[in-house]
């Protein structure tokens, strides 16, 4: 098992490229977000995906958008990158249920720098 | 989700016992207690979770009071590559109430 996989692992963009960010698991996992990490803060909550096909905004949403392509993969694109994008970019999966809870797992990053 | 509150930062000397307590005063009757540590360039990684008493793994145990009002994450005899941030999480965590890490707390571990 791979896990939860991220690519890239590093990417620049100039202000005004655009990129996608893939993420995949492979651990059948109902459940995928996307969260930022900026120098010394915690992860913030861009999107998350309950299950195949749901989509909704976490905490920080603007300026990004996703895709739920099917149950193993969930991707990130920034239309538009701005300098305040730069941030570390943490793909994670969950195994959810209608009761209790479940750990979740993290991918290893995507470094982003945006000049 | 119920809101949790931990130290920013704290250190220890290798060898000794970390106590690190996260307050989380209005804990819903479903919700679960669980900590994450992250080391630096990594993500976050599961270390224990729990609901009432006492839970025990081979990395930490995990001491949740009566009234689950706070949850202390008990790290026996730290070595250097405990140093980490590690986040106090609380919720259902069902589909719909995604993961909201907090700033964590910085454990620094002095040789």
Known sequence: NAGVTQTPKFQVLKTGQSMTLQCAQDMNHNSMY???QDPGMG???IYYSASEGTTDKGEVPNGYNVSR?????????????????????????RKTGT??????????GTRLTVT | ????????SMDSYEGQEVN???SH??????????WYQQFPSQGPRFIIQGYKTK???????????????????????VSLSDTAVYYCLVGLHSGNTPLVFGKGTRLSVIA
């Open chain 2, 20 to 22: 690190i307590t996260c």
């Open chain 1, 99 to 108: 009761s209790g809870a479940y750990e979740q797992y993290f991918g290893p």
């Open chain 1, 69 to 93: 392509l099917n149950k193993r993969e969930f991707s990130l694109r920034l239309e538009s990158a701005a300098p305040s994008q730069t941030s570390v970019y943490f793909c994670a999966s």
């Open chain 2, 55 to 77: 839970v025990t793994n081979e990395v930490a145990s995990l001491f949740i009071p009566a009234d689950r009002k706070s949850s202390t994450l008990s790290l026996p005899r």
């Open chain 1, 34 to 36: 996307w969260y930022r």
């Open chain 2, 25 to 34: 005063n209005n804990i819903a009757t479903n919700d679960y207690i669980t």
């Open chain 1, 43 to 45: 992860l913030r909550l």
């Open chain 2, 1 to 8: 989700l119920a809101k949790t509150t931990q130290p920013i």
